[in-house]
């Protein structure tokens, strides 16, 4: 229960937000599309000419016993279909039996362009995720997508904003905030049904709503997530003059040795 507790306070710090409002140690920032390693907390690399920045995010990194390092690889533009990232999430976390439920950080993908609007300002959210994991022994996680909005522009850090998340695959039996009764289902999205779990960071105040398929998403993700904002406007939980403020995609941690390799691609469509 203690730790149950504990994961629900944490989780909702991985908001990059959190830490550009409240910077508590000096990041190493670059900015390029050289190939990169990032195995600080907070270590970044903002993608020049790309709507995206690669980011390694340690809130707990007084709790993480090893190492943690999100790469980033290349961008890819296709032909034809919307640019990738191709990135990696190379987690070697010792199981610690007393921390087994906290989660350590969040490796992630995070937009940088055509944020701060309304729903109903966007048209879609063009995503594609794919990844592999390879772990060599009993890994705990996840991999997801993670929006912020609120009804004031720019808000990320009120107990007025709330935070989103699709998750698309977890192992090693992590839960959401709010586990227990799914407070809604949503019958078809993606291809599959999910439930809806809800409830409250206790540590900032901040509702979180997360969403888990029925049926896992094995190593591929292609959609709209704008469907997925509607989803939650039809159940009344925000409006279509919400503000969409912050969006990622990424992986959370508990423990491990994995590597995720993964390409994504996605970006916020204006109407
Ligand atoms: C999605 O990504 C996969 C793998 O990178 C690629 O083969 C596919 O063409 C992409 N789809 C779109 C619509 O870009
Ligand atoms: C990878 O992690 C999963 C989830 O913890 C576990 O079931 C599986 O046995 C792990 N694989 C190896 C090789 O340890
Ligand atoms: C939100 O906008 C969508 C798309 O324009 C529309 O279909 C839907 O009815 C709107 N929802 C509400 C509650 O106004
Ligand atoms: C992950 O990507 C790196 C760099 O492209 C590659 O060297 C490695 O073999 C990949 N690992 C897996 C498990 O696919």
Not at 6 to 15: D, K, N, P, T
Not at 17 to 31: G, L
Not at 151 to 161: Q, V
Not at 202 to 221: A, C, E, N, R
Request: aromatic share 12%.
């Amino acid at each position: 229960m203690f730790y149950l507790l504990q994961v629900i306070g944490f989780l909702a710090l991985l908001h990059p937000a959190f830490n550009f409002a409240f910077p508590q140690f000096p990041p190493r920032e670059t900015t390029s599309l050289v190939p990169s390693d990032h195995c600080g907390n907070q270590d970044y690399t903002i993608l020049s000419g790309t709507p995206w920045i690669v980011y390694n995010m340690l809130y707990n990194a007084d709790l993480l016993v090893g190492t943690q390092c999100t790469n980033f690889q290349s961008v890819e533009t296709p032909a034809i279909g919307n640019p990738e990232v191709a990135w990696s999430s190379v987690t070697d976390i010792e199981y610690v039996e007393s921390t087994d439920n906290v989660p350590k950080g969040y490796s992630f993908v995070g937009l940088t362009q055509n944020l701060e609007t309304t729903i109903s300002a966007i048209s879609s959210i063009p995503a594609n995720y794919s990844w592999t994991r390879t772990n060599t022994t009993a890994f705990k996680g996840n991999i997801c997508f993670d929006f912020m909005t609120s009804d004031t522009k720019g808000d990320s850090t009120s107990t007025s904003a709330q935070e989103l998340m699709l998750w698309l695959q977890y192992e090693g039996g992590q839960l959401p905030i709010g586990w227990g009764d799914a407070t809604a289902t949503i019958d078809s999205l993606f291809g599959t049904s999910w439930k809806l779990y809800e409830g409250q960071n206790t540590d900032t105040g901040i509702t979180v709503h997360s969403m888990l398929p029925d049926k896992q998403f094995d190593g591929s993700f292609e959609g709209d997530l704008k469907e997925w904002l509607a989803a939650l406007v039809t159940l009344g939980k925000f409006t279509n003059g919400t503000y969409v403020n912050v969006g990622n995609a990424g992986t959370e941690f508990f423990y491990g040795n994995s590597v995720m390799n993964a390409t994504l691609g996605l970006q916020i469509e204006l109407s």
